[in-house]
C-alpha cells in the first residue's frame, strides 16, 4: 500500500472513528464512580426513580429498597426541606446547585442536586475526616493576581494551569486548544514531576468528539478520584432514563 493510500485508509478510520464517539450516548449513563452516590426523584411525587448500588455506603439503605420510597422516608425534615427548597430554583435546570454538608450517623455527607426535566438527581459524597471547603474568593483573588502584567494569551494560560493545579492539588492540570480541523493541542500544562509531560501533544478529533465538547460546554467540572475505578451501576424503577450531563461523578 502506497503513501498515499495509507493516508486515506488512515482519514477514514478517524472519520469512523469520530461518528462512533457522536453516535455514543454519554449523557445517559449505567453507573456513577463509586467514591460519590447518585439518588434521583420525581419533583410531584418525591418517590425515587433512580439510586446507585453503593447508596448503602452513605445512608444506610439498601438501593433496591430506596427504589419504594418517598425522600421524605430517606432523608431527615431538615435535610428534605432544603432539597426541596433548592430544587425549586430555576438555575437547578441549568447548573449543577450546592445544598449542604448534613451528617448521617458518624458521617459527614456533602449533598448537591440539580435537575432534568421533572426529575431531581441529587449527588451525595462522604467528606471524609480531612475534608476542608477551598476559600474561593481568596484562591481567585490570587489566581487573578499573577495574570497581571502578562499580555499574550501563553503566558496567562501557563499562570492559569499553575494556579489550578496550586488550588486543586491535581497531579496535571492542561490547557487544550482546538483547532480548524478539530484536533486539538496541549499549549499550557502544570505536572508533577513524577508524571510525562503532554505539552505540545497533538490529538485527533475523535479523542474530544463535538458531543463531548457540548457536554463539556454545560458542565465544565468533573471530577475523577480514580481512573481504574468499575463505578457503580445505577439502579432504575420504571425503565426511566434521566440525562445526566451535569453530574460530576459520572
Not at 49 to 56: I, M, Q, V
Not at 72 to 93: G, P, W, Y
Not at 150 to 171: C, M, P, R, W, Y
Not at 207 to 217: G, H, M, S, T, Y
Request: proline share 3%; with cysteine; hydrophobic share 40%.
Amino acid at each position: 500500500m502506497s503513501t498515499k493510500e495509507n493516508i486515506k485508509a488512515s482519514k477514514a478510520l478517524e472519520k469512523q472513528a469520530l461518528e462512533n464517539c457522536n453516535n455514543e450516548p454519554i449523557e445517559w449513563i449505567e453507573s456513577v464512580q463509586s467514591h460519590g452516590v447518585l439518588l434521583a426523584f420525581d419533583f410531584d411525587s418525591l418517590m425515587v426513580t433512580h439510586a446507585s448500588k453503593n447508596l448503602d455506603t452513605i445512608l444506610k439503605l439498601d438501593a433496591k429498597a430506596a427504589l419504594s420510597k418517598s425522600i421524605r422516608e430517606v432523608f431527615n425534615k431538615d435535610d428534605v426541606h432544603d432539597i426541596l427548597n433548592i430544587a425549586s430554583h430555576n438555575s437547578t435546570k441549568f447548573q449543577r446547585e450546592h445544598i449542604k454538608v448534613t451528617s448521617e450517623g458518624d458521617k459527614s455527607i456533602d449533598i448537591s442536586l440539580f435537575r432534568t426535566e421533572n426529575s431531581v438527581v441529587l449527588e451525595l459524597m462522604p467528606t471524609g475526616e480531612d475534608f476542608k471547603y477551598i476559600n474561593i474568593n481568596n484562591n481567585i483573588k490570587w489566581a487573578l493576581a499573577r495574570t497581571h502584567g502578562h499580555e499574550n494569551i501563553e503566558d496567562i494560560l501557563k499562570n492559569a494551569v499553575q494556579s489550578l493545579q496550586k488550588i486543586t492539588g491535581f497531579d496535571r492540570v492542561m490547557a487544550y486548544k482546538f483547532l480548524p480541523d478539530n484536533s486539538g493541542e496541549v499549549i499550557a500544562e502544570a505536572v508533577s514531576t513524577s508524571m510525562n509531560s503532554f505539552l505540545g501533544l497533538r490529538f485527533p478529533a475523535f479523542d474530544i468528539p463535538p458531543k463531548a465538547r457540548e457536554l463539556f460546554l454545560k458542565n465544565p467540572i468533573r471530577y475523577i478520584k480514580n481512573t481504574s475505578d468499575e463505578g457503580s451501576k445505577i439502579l432504575i424503577n420504571k425503565k426511566m432514563k434521566i440525562n445526566l450531563t451535569l453530574l460530576i461523578v459520572f
